[in-house]
């Protein structure tokens, strides 16, 4: 009996995508509750700005590691969580830029440049914030064919620099305790690690395949 290894993959997918979406809404469910139940706190707007911030670099770190898992765990069928693991980074980074915007700076857009200008973070921020964006508008399978499969995985690996550029903005943000930001630093060292060794086992083994 041989076992249709697609079709269970398939199955695998359709019950598990309702999940993760759902799971993915819910730090925006508990922001939503807790702002219902006047519970944010003394500064409200910084605490949904550090939220949102912070469920931007946990999932760009979730999305990154969809590969080393697979490469681990042989289960071919998890990279296709991975674009919409991706979505909800860039879904969070829209909010988190969106309170700064709105409920920060009221569309003072002057007032806006000049942080860009002048505050680092905030450049540093903002930069990897438009290159989410490009990589959000190249998602598609239509982008990815007409950009074609080479093009498109080379634009898509912005995504570490993005991920990096991330972790330097919440360092700079909190300053103090440092916790945090080194905790998503060290994963994101880690994931660049694995990266790079199943690059150089992959290369090892065309070698000694080509010298057969």
């Known amino acids: 009996m041989t076992v249709n290894w697609k079709a269970l993959d398939d199955t695998r997918l359709r ?103 002048k505050r680092p973070y905030i450049t540093v921020g903002f930069a990897a914030f438009v290159l989410l964006i490009l990589l959000a508008v190249t998602s598609t399978n239509a982008m990815q064919r007409r950009l074609g499969g080479k093009n498109w995985k080379r634009l898509h690996r912005l995504v570490y620099p993005i991920a990096a550029a991330g972790v330097v903005h919440f360092a700079w943000l909190v300053k103090k305790d440092l916790s945090r930001p080194l905790l998503f630093g060290g994963i994101l060292v880690l994931l660049l690690a694995l990266r790079w060794f199943y690059k150089i086992k992959s290369a090892r083994l065309r070698r000694s395949y080509s010298s057969i």
């Open 15 to 117: 019950r598990l995508k309702p999940l993760v979406f759902l799971a993915a809404l819910l730090p925006l469910g508990l922001l939503l509750t807790a702002a219902w139940q006047d519970q944010l706190g003394a500064n409200p707007i910084e605490k949904i700005t550090h939220n949102t911030g912070y469920w931007t670099l946990t999932f760009l770190l979730i999305s990154l590691g969809v590969t080393p898992l697979r490469q681990l765990s042989g289960a071919n069928w998890l990279v296709r969580l991975r674009r919409m693991l991706g979505l909800f980074a860039f879904f969070y980074a829209c909010l988190h830029f969106s309170t700064y915007l709105v409920l920060d700076q009221f569309f003072d857009w002057s007032a806006i440049a000049k942080d860009i200008l």
